[in-house]
């Protein structure tokens, strides 16, 4: 392309596609292979919000720029060290096997960026398993056995998530009608709900298997609400004499006597409050 002058054409092409993901949010990513091809940039400027995942040196006649050279353009560099490839279907063999991907993992650090003849700033590093033969099947217990080795190799870069499943359990013991129970109590378990933070690290496991515990203690201690004609019998119990009332003042006791014959009557025989007869009520003047 860079013979032909077609490559200032590619480089349109590529920032044209990065300005589109970047205008839905994403974070624009390409292959280093094409990128500044022998170090050359007569052709023009890459956008520098393009991270590069650097997976290959070049090979026989094909020279990459070199990663070094990339940084110093300012792009971000994602190690995607292609000693890590495995090719689904290649078990054994010299190049992408599911052998050397695993010896790999013992004779490359975190950080070996492919063709770096120095320390290079990356982002990350990835581990990639590529369908170059169609028809060859994937064997998923081989692939989780190389991704935990790879996370297993790399622990000090690759912390794993914390285990959420006792917290889970806790909230799914979480009664679903909780305004049977007192407000004060209610108020404590979602204090303890709302603490919880989501996406801590496997160093933090004991903080989140205490939110777990927190939840649990604050399930065991609601407290059940009385029956409403507890909270209505007390302060009529208080005033049996209503003599010395008003009008305005009598209407809201009387709502509340009310309330309680209602409660306490059964579908067949209505039941009035046993003292409620004996209740003195005031001569009240209109007037």
Same mark, same amino acid.
């Given at each position: 392309m860079q013979q032909s002058g077609t490559y200032k054409k590619?480089?349109?092409? @590529? #920032?044209?596609? *990065?300005? =589109?993901a970047k205008n839905a949010s994403l974070k624009p990513m390409v292959f280093n292979d094409g990128i500044y091809y022998d170090n050359n940039t007569s052709f023009g400027t890459f956008d520098k919000d393009l991270i590069v995942s650097y997976w290959t040196a070049g090979w026989g006649g094909y020279? @990459?720029?070199?990663?070094?050279? &990339?940084?110093?353009?300012? &792009?971000?560099? =994602? #190690?995607? #060290?292609?000693?890590?490839?495995?090719? &689904?279907?290649r078990v054994d063999g010299d190049l992408y096997s599911y052998k050397t991907a695993l010896a790999s993992l013992a004779s490359k650090k975190f950080t070996d960026v492919p063709g770096a003849s120095s320390a290079v700033p990356i982002i990350g590093s990835v581990?990639? @398993?590529?369908? !170059? !033969? /169609?028809?060859?099947? $994937?064997?998923?217990?081989?692939? $989780?056995?190389? =991704? !935990?080795?790879?996370?297993? *190799?790399? *622990?000090?870069? $690759?912390?794993r998530p914390a285990d959420y499943s006792k917290v889970d359990a806790a909230i799914a013991a979480v009664p679903r009608q909780l305004n049977q129970y007192t407000e004060a109590s209610v108020a404590k378990l979602d204090a303890a709900l709302n603490a919880v933070v989501r996406g801590k690290k496997a160093t933090d496991q004991a903080l989140v298997d205490g939110y777990a515990q927190t939840i649990t203690v604050a399930i065991k201690a609601l407290q059940?609400?009385? /029956?409403i004609t507890q909270r209505? =019998?007390?302060?009529? %119990?208080? %005033?049996? #004499?209503?003599?010395?009332?008003?009008?305005?003042? $009598?209407?809201p006791l009387m709502r509340r006597l009310l309330l309680l014959i209602v409660i306490s009557a059964? /579908?067949?025989? /209505?039941?009035l409050i046993p003292w409620l007869p004996r209740l003195q009520l005031p001569s009240l003047r209109w007037f």
């Open positions: 590619f480089v349109a092409y @590529v #920032n044209d596609l *990065a300005a =589109m020279d @990459v720029a070199k990663p070094e050279f &990339l940084t110093d353009k300012g &792009l971000k560099i =994602m #190690n995607t #060290n292609d000693g890590w490839y495995w090719v &689904l279907g581990q990639a @398993v590529w369908a !170059d !033969d /169609p028809s060859a099947q $994937l064997d998923m217990p081989a692939l $989780l056995k190389l =991704m !935990d080795q790879f996370s297993t *190799a790399y *622990a000090p870069y $690759l912390v059940l609400r009385p /029956p209505l =019998m007390p302060p009529l %119990q208080l %005033q049996r #004499n209503l003599t010395g009332h008003t009008i305005k003042t $009598l209407v059964s /579908p067949s025989k /209505p039941k």
